[in-house]
């Protein structure tokens, strides 16, 4: 127990004294590209590099999800891509409403709906004028269509067995009942869909750094991403 809470002060000095050579204006205007598959664990890691560099971080799964609770609510169909894009454009996108709904019906729907060229487009300039001063975004294609010009991109992930169980405890601190295997079948179905759609597949972007995460604690991901980051920084 004493040695858990000495490495977690430790870690936390490295990263106060971290930011303290480093001059704090080199972080302004700076994009961060995070990808990944479905429970990979992109939008906890880029919410505490966020919090690190003292960017604002979007987590673009959200605005599919709000989408796609909308829909639901309003008995639209998920094929009805003509309707959906109607009262999609009704929806206040605020940081107030990007509150992450998670539920399997609202999570099979968003990525229903998430295939659709018309929805992506509609959604493409809120996602880059969000980051337009600097930001750390996580989704599918940021790398590859939304920033592809980013400072730094990163792919997130992990094995299907792992993505399940992280999902699991996920589902169940949030009390939704779920079994692993429905998981595992939910997720690898998703992975189909999400690098097999037309538009805007789920791919690496050849000059992202691909993280396995499979065995690694998140303390330990956000430390190489950070280390990553100084690395490529340019103080004059």
């Known amino acids: 127990m004493i040695y858990l ?45 966020a919090d690190y560099f ?12 709000l989408v796609a609770h909308h829909i639901i609510e309003n008995n639209i169909d998920p094929y009805d891509i003509n309707n959906i894009i109607k ?3 009704e929806i ?18 968003a990525s229903i709906i998430s295939q659709y060229k018309e929805l992506r487009e509609l959604l493409i300039d809120y996602q880059r004028n969000f980051a337009s001063d600097g930001g750390v975004v996580d989704g599918r294609d940021i790398g590859t ?15 299907l067995e792992e993505r399940a169980n992280r999902r699991y405890l996920q589902y169940k601190e949030d009390n ?10 939910d997720i690898k179905d998703r992975d189909l869909r999400d690098m097999n759609r037309k538009i805007a597949p789920l791919k ?33």
């Open 176 to 185: 939704i009942k779920l079994d692993r295997n429905s998981i595992k079948t």
């Open 204 to 236: 690496r972007a050849i000059d992202a750094i691909e993280i396995d995460t499979t065995s690694m604690k998140i303390d330990d991901v956000i430390d190489f991403i950070i280390k990553y980051i100084h690395k490529g920084m340019k103080f004059d």
């Open 87 to 89: 009262s999609s454009k």
């Open 145 to 159: 269509i939304i920033f592809p010009n980013a400072d730094y991109k990163f792919f997130i992930t992990a094995s």
């Open 54 to 65: 003292s960017l604002p971080h979007l987590d673009t799964g959200s605005l599919y999800r």
């Open 5 to 49: 809470q000495f490495q977690q002060v430790f870690r936390s000095l490295k990263i106060f004294i971290a930011k303290l050579v480093v001059p704090i204006d080199i972080y302004k205007k700076m994009i961060i590209a995070i990808d990944g598959p479905a429970a990979s664990g992109k939008g906890t890691i880029g919410k505490r590099i």
């Open 92 to 109: 206040n996108f605020s940081e107030k409403k990007l509150l992450d709904i998670r539920d399997s019906n609202v999570s099979y729907t």
